[in-house]
């Protein structure tokens, strides 16, 4: 009688252990319910940025899942890891509606959600923070908003390095420390195929690769840093920063040869060092200060095609991207102002039809006749007569996002 005894009080304390641990879970898994609010993410600052929180994110909004990766509206002892997409841009002046086309034309193509690092002048962030949470129900991106922030001892001089504030982006692998990979774009990008698909090239990167750039000119007779540069470049023509893909894990470790020291020298040590030298001999501003790196550290960077970044040089003076010619235009990098002047029409319809398009599936399955009518007005250019390679890729794409969307009342 006593061993059924002990048996009884064995299996009840048994089964009050188990609905011990039931509650437990439930505890601890209520953020798997569902909600939308969207977090800041570690923005860590660099050494140079003061405790009071300069250069960590001012402001994070959510649209959706994408801002919890792996929650679910039930409760689950399982989380599903999701891939997201970094991108970063740097924004100042008037540069508010350019910025806004970009990023619209990647969430437009892109399949895996996307975390926007936007750095903008102060004046900017309510607007961005308005048209960003105004597309909240997409459910699809992320993003923060940072002020610009250079070295205390040095802003000034970088801030008017080439452009405003464009040698910012120097500084994003020491600021967005809790990022392992990150894609950077001028604000004069338009996606034409998903952001996943130059991603997608990380994978391809060997052991020593820790960026990638497409080169400033397929043409050396055309070419600027071939004739005319005054320091190191990369290669035959130098390479464009306007699309650039980083591991910034791997820049934030790696040690880089240079033409200063014998001493190998961080990303962070190495920037200040190489403006003081050349800051006199640079056009480029930043991209100059790239080039410089990767002509001393080559086996660094990997380089893909033109068609990933395609310029008004590629056909300014007849067409001389061969990949652009046979897939057609992936990434469209419209610099010198292109998109807000005649001088390359087909560079502006081009924008001006993103720009004007609405996220609903049947305004963007409807772009492309209209935006080919356009381009056939711009044969009297030499980019005009090529037009067939601005919407080969987007027209694929457009295809491809309308055959997997869900098709509810013609909206995403």
């Known amino acids: 009688m006593r061993r059924y005894l002990r048996l009884a009080v064995l299996c009840l304390a048994c089964g009050f252990c188990s609905l011990l641990y039931a509650f437990s879970q439930l505890a601890v898994s209520p953020e798997g319910g569902a909600g939308r609010g969207g977090g800041k993410p570690q923005a860590a600052a660099a050494s140079w940025l003061a405790a009071g929180g300069r250069g960590a994110a001012r402001g994070a909004g959510s649209a959706g899942p994408a801002a919890h990766p792996g929650r679910s509206d039930r409760y689950s002892l399982k989380v599903q890891p999701v891939e997201r997409m970094h991108l970063a841009v740097v924004a100042c002046g008037e540069r508010l509606e350019e910025t806004v086309t970009m990023l619209k034309s990647a969430v437009i193509f892109s399949i895996k959600p996307l975390w926007f690092h936007i750095f903008a002048e102060d004046q900017l962030h309510d607007s ?22 250079f070295p205390n001892e040095n802003a000034a001089e970088w801030k008017k390095l080439f452009k405003p504030c464009a040698s910012q982006r120097l500084f994003l692998p020491l600021i967005l420390k809790e990022v392992d990979s990150l894609l950077y774009v001028d604000t004069d990008i338009l996606f ?31 070419g600027w840093y071939n004739r005319f540069a005054r320091h190191p470049y990369y290669g035959k023509t130098g390479v464009n920063s306007g699309v650039m893909l980083m591991n910034v894990t791997r820049m934030r470790r790696k040690h880089f040869k240079n033409d200063m020291t014998t001493v190998r020298l961080r990303w962070g040590d190495i920037l200040m060092p190489l403006l003081k030298k050349y800051k006199l001999n640079i056009t480029w501003g930043d991209q100059d200060l790239l080039n410089i790196i990767f002509f001393h550290n080559p086996e660094s960077l990997f380089v893909f095609p033109c068609q990933w970044n395609y310029r008004p040089d590629h056909c300014l003076y007849g067409s001389n991207c061969p990949e652009a010619e046979e897939d057609g235009i992936f990434i469209l990098h419209g610099n010198r102002g292109v998109y807000h002047d005649d001088k390359q029409p087909a560079f502006r319809a081009m924008y001006e039809a993103l720009r004007n398009c609405s996220f609903e599936d049947d305004n963007i399955h409807s772009l492309l006749k209209p935006l080919e009518l356009e381009l056939q007005k711009t044969v009297h250019t030499y980019c005009g007569k090529i037009y067939k390679i601005f919407i080969k890729q987007l027209t694929k794409s457009v295809r491809d996002r309308y055959n997997r969307t869900p098709k509810k009342g013609g909206s995403w």
């Open 192 to 222: 034409l195929r998903p952001v996943d698909d130059i991603w997608s090239l990380l994978k391809k990167f060997n052991s020593t690769q820790i960026a990638a750039m497409a080169p400033e000119h397929e043409e050396p007779r055309i």
């Open 128 to 149: 961005f923070k308005g048209i960003l949470d105004s597309w909240s129900f997409l459910q699809t991106f992320n993003y923060s908003l940072y002020p610009i922030t």
